[in-house]
C-alpha cells in the first residue's frame, strides 16, 4: 500500500499536510480555511472522507484557521494537547477532542503518529513522524532551532515537510533572542548530514 503525501499550503499564510494511504489520512495541521482546503484537496485528486484525523503542531492562526470547520463538517477528530486547546481558542466538540502526549505513538488505522515537543513560541510546541509500512514521514513546522529531538526524528524521516520562518528581524522581535543565522539557516544546518 502507497503512501501519499502534500503540503496543501505552507507558511505563515497557513499550513496543512496531508499524508495518507489508500484507505486512511491525516492532516497535521489546518491553517487554511474549509472551502480552501476542499478546493485544494480536490485539485489534488485526494478524498476529504479519507482524513480520519487532524494533529495540530500549536496553537497560532496559521496552523488552526479551518479546523473547526472541517471538524465540525466532516466530523474529524482532532489531536491537540491540552495546552495547546486552551491557548488556541478553539471551539470544538467535545466528542472530537482527543489529547495526544510526546513520544506516544497514537494508531489512526495503518498510520502510526508520533509527536515530539520543538522549540517555538508557542504553548506546547510540536512535530509529527507519521509512519505506514516503515516509510517515514516527517512534519517539522516552525523550525527555528534544530534541537535535538527535531534532529532526531529527522534522521528517520524518508521524507519530510519542513518549514521555517526566515525574517531574523521580525523573530528577534517576536522572541526577543538575538541569533547568529537566520531561522531557515538553522534550520537547513541539519538536513545534509541527518537523512536515514
Known sequence: MSLFIASLNSGSNGNCYYIGNDNEAVFVDAGISCRETERRMKRLDLPINRIKAIFI???HDDHIKGV???SLK???PVYITDDT???????LKKQFVFPFEKFKPINIGNLTVTAFPKFHDATNPHSFVISHNKINVGVFTDVGIACKEVIKYFKLCHAAFLESNYDEHMLVRKLSLSFKKPNSQRARSFIKPAGP
Open 68 to 70: 473547526e470547520t472541517l
Open 57 to 59: 503542531s500549536h496553537e
Open 74 to 76: 466532516y466530523q474529524i
Open 85 to 91: 486547546l486552551s491557548g488556541s481558542g478553539l471551539k
